[in-house]
């Protein structure tokens, strides 16, 4: 039987290949047997038609975009535009029921013109004329992209314009004639990260390799960026190194090329708006005879500041049940964004002579989940404001600041809600930490198949959302559905996060057992009821869940996960990730590692819950290695996985709503099978072809 050591020694490196024909065969082999199992059935079709009907709906909320032109932006996929439009129109045209839209590239058009997988990924638009923009897309849905400059008044793209390969790319304007540019510029200019070490300012008309260099970071630092602040009257240029996930430097550039530091904490977070500096804490911050605590918010004058100065106006502070989610500036005003035990609210902060005066933001309900989806700073004091929860489907309001508050458009209900309750409980860690987390589904009914999500990490809060398709997939057949806030996340600031950072991760896992024990405690379901589901580093929840706490689940599903952690920093943008989880080549860090990566923790004589593991080939962030190298050793073990590999998606695992239908049909069909059919329906265990090599070894 194959084995791993502390050395690294693997016996499946050979499908981390994404070229090789063995790798490619092992993936077609386990796709066809998943396939064959999951979706032959009147069922499976049912639910899947069904989700994409949610997916491709006419009257979805066309979430737009405010650039700075006062039109309203958007990219849409539907039925009939699975590769997407991107389109705009104006506040007029977006109050009416059915608004004409101004379609300005229609990338299902442009890719069968140019045989291309193309897949839309960004836009950005030159102020203030607005006729020309840099789009970026990506072949099958990865994260590196191709960069072409675009005519928004011909509609075309500009032929000698901006252009750069494929690459994992960052562009900003700075005027019509020049950009700036971090990407591949050839050998030793990325990252072991795989993104830009190098950033510089571009000239129209002349060749990218005689572009100026306007900041070169080190080969282990995660990025370098250059940006160009457009604001009239307070046009500034910025450069900087990301030397991890938490830290970074940045500096204020002047023409005569001098650079200025921008001397905040390196681990915290930093914006400009006009006048202002206002700086996020990630720690404790000692300035003079005051000390800020991680978590807070706090303001300054930008030029007093790089002068020297150092007063500073509390605009947040937390406590032991409130974090600050975020911040957006309008003209005048800044609309804060807070979590009280994972309940969002918004206020709005207006800087005046004697200090900021605060007043609760107009147009917000009481219960649902609030945020801001756009502001426009240049342009005055509106924002859009988006309010939903896991049974109210969302609205969308504009409103100004000190103003007047109005609907423009309403989510239809994609499921029926009737009977259905939200609960919030607290669940005790096995540190006495109080977890809280969100229960979706009849309060008064008996245990129940139920679905339990989380994330834990990169300090991502899990806020209530509407899902039509958990609804219609899920809710609408019985089950219930279940959010876990644990330690890793942001749901209550810095602490809560660093709580469960590097050797602490455990903490996080903890957190998630020990909401599944509680949600059995009080009756709501069983072991054997209880299915999981995650992606990315909530795929490596999902690992460690059916590795080290078995016995609590009875189904385990993980989307484009994360799970060797002894080669994670080797493969794609996994060294970008060791401030989260460490270095697997320094033996302290190994140490721990180890302990819990799924990958390495496989055993024979442990019963586990049937797995379903989903990724895909054009993920360039998390490799798929790690979910097929997961999957051949569960197999080897002679433990029940399911394994499907879609050939484009990315990072998301799809790149339409097709694609998406299928996997989350998938998905919950599997939950569904695997949580309410007698053991004897199980899924049965899928022969390997790795399997069949080592049998006839041994014989």
């Known amino acids: 039987m194959a084995t791993l050591s502390d050395e690294g020694e693997d016996p499946y490196l050979e499908l981390e290949d994404l070229d090789g024909a063995d790798a490619d065969r092992w993936v077609r082999d386990r796709n066809a047997e998943t396939v064959a199992a999951l979706t032959e ?230 914006d400009v708006h006009r006048e202002w500096l206002v700086i996020r804490l990630r720690s404790p911050w000692a300035l003079g005879e005051a000390t800020y605590p991680a978590g807070a918010l706090l303001a300054t004058r930008f030029d007093a500041f790089l002068a020297g100065a150092r007063e500073m106006a509390v605009l947040f502070q937390p406590d032991a049940r409130t974090a600050l989610d975020g911040y957006a500036w309008t003209r005048n005003h800044l609309i804060l964004a807070t979590l009280a035990d994972v309940r969002s609210r918004l206020e709005v902060l207006t800087p005046g002579e004697t200090g900021w005066r605060r007043e609760p933001l107009a147009g917000v309900p009481a219960d649902d989940h609030s945020s801001i989806v756009e502001t426009d700073p240049d342009l005055g004091d509106d924002y859009l404001l988006a309010s939903e929860g896991f049974l109210q489907p969302a609205t969308l ?121 509680d949600l059995v405690a009080r009756g709501i379901t069983t072991p054997a009821q209880l299915g999981i589901e995650g992606g990315s580093n909530g795929g490596l929840l999902m690992g460690v869940m059916l590795t080290r706490y078995p016995s609590l689940f009875g189904a385990v599903v993980a989307h484009v996960p994360v799970l060797d952690m002894r080669r994670y920093h080797r493969l794609l943008a996994g060294a970008s990730w060791m401030a989260e989880y460490g270095d697997p080549d320094r033996e302290d860090d190994w140490a721990y590692l180890r302990e819990y990566s799924p990958y390495h923790n496989i055993r024979s004589g442990t019963r586990y819950p049937p797995v379903l593991l989903i990724t895909s080939t054009r993920d360039d962030r998390v490799h798929p290695g790690h979910a097929r190298k997961m999957a051949a050793r569960l197999r080897e073990h002679g433990h029940d996985v399911s394994y499907y590999e879609n050939v484009e998606g990315g990072h998301g695992a799809a790149a339409n709503n097709e694609q998406r239908a299928f996997i989350s049909a998938l998905t919950l069909e599997f939950l569904w099978r695997t949580l309410t059919e007698p053991v004897s329906s199980a899924l049965p265990r899928q022969a390997s072809v790795v399997d069949a090599g080592e049998r006839a070894q041994a014989d």
Do not use: M
């Open 397 to 517: 309001r504009l409103g100004q600041v000190g103003g007047s508050v109005e609907i423009l458009k309403r989510e239809p209900a994609f499921f029926d809600g009737k009977g259905l309750a939200v609960r919030q409980f607290f669940a005790t860690s096995a540190d006495g930490t109080r977890v809280p987390y969100f229960v979706v589904g009849e309060a008064d009914a008996p245990s129940r198949p139920t679905l339990l999500t989380g994330y834990g990490g990169y300090e991502i809060s899990q806020t209530p959302y509407y899902s039509g398709v958990t609804g219609r997939g899920w809710l609408a057949r019985g089950g219930t559905y279940v959010v876990a806030n644990i330690r890793g996340g942001g749901e209550y600031g810095p602490e809560w996060h660093r709580a469960a950072l590097r050797e602490n991760r455990p903490r996080a896992y903890e957190d998630f057992a020990a909401v599944a024990a």
């Open 41 to 270: 059935g009147e069922r499976f079709a049912a639910l899947r038609t069904e989700i994409r009907q949610v997916l491709d709906a006419d009257d979805r909320i066309p979430y737009p975009g405010w650039r700075g032109d006062r039109h309203y932006y958007n990219f849409w996929q539907d039925a009939a535009h699975p590769r997407g439009l991107w389109r705009r129109t104006t506040l007029d045209q977006y109050r009416r029921p059915e608004p004409e839209w101004d379609v300005l590239l229609d990338v299902d058009a442009l890719a069968a013109e140019e045989g291309e997988n193309w897949v839309w990924s960004d836009v950005t638009v030159l102020r203030p004329d607005y006729q020309r923009c840099l789009i970026s897309l990506s072949r099958g849905g990865a994260d590196a992209v191709v960069v072409r400059e675009f005519d928004l008044v011909r509609r075309t793209f500009v032929k000698d314009g901006f252009t750069l390969p494929e690459a994992k790319s960052g562009v900003c304007w700075i005027d019509a004639d020049h950009i700036y540019v971090a990407t591949d510029f050839g050998p030793g200019s990325l990252t072991t990260s795989g993104y830009a070490r190098i950033a510089k300012r571009w000239r129209r008309g002349t060749p990218l390799s005689e572009a100026e260099i306007v900041c070169e970071g080190r080969v282990d630092d995660l990025v370098v960026y250059a940006s160009h602040d457009r604001t009239p009257g307070f046009e500034r240029d910025f450069v900087g190194r990301i030397l991890d996930f938490y830290r970074s430097e940045h500096f204020l550039l002047t023409e005569a090329g001098e650079r200025i530091r921008i001397a905040v904490p390196e681990d915290a977070q930093w």
